[in-house]
């Protein structure tokens, strides 16, 4: 791609999708090294947790489940707003780069799930 066979904007456009692209391969290679290297400890963890504490870190994780969904959610509607008043910038985005945090918490919720239902 070059700047003389397309507009600036379209370069510019180009450019960041490619380093979007980048970017959520990284996330993905990322989130599967800490799967592999984590996921040991964490069962390990909860196998020693009781049932209380068990049921205490399931709730806990759903509530901040259920905010952080809500955040991200009203941050995607803020993002569309912004972009039709003002145009496209860098702070639209943040929502996506906020959704790793989304994936990682959701993982967590669902190995204490399944501990619990393993135990009962």
């Not at 990284?26 to 989130?31: A, G, T």
């Not at 259920?66 to 008043?85: K, N, Y």
């Not at 496209?88 to 945090?101: A, D, G, N, Q, Y």
Request: with cysteine; charged share 20%.
């Amino acid at each position: 791609m070059t700047r003389q066979n397309f507009g600036f904007h379209t370069y510019a456009l180009a450019t960041f999708t490619e380093l979007l692209t980048q970017y959520f391969k990284n996330v993905r290679k990322i989130y599967k090294l800490a799967t592999i290297e984590t996921n040991c400890m964490r069962e390990i963890q909860l196998r020693r947790l009781s049932n209380d504490n068990l049921h205490k870190r399931r709730s806990s994780l759903k509530k901040t489940l259920t905010v952080i969904t809500g955040l991200i959610v009203l941050m995607f509607a803020a993002s569309i707003v912004m972009v039709t008043r003002r145009g496209f910038s860098i702070i639209t985005l943040l929502p996506v780069f906020c959704m790793p945090l989304l994936v990682l918490i959701k993982k967590n919720f669902e190995d204490v799930d399944s501990e619990i239902k393993s135990r009962n």
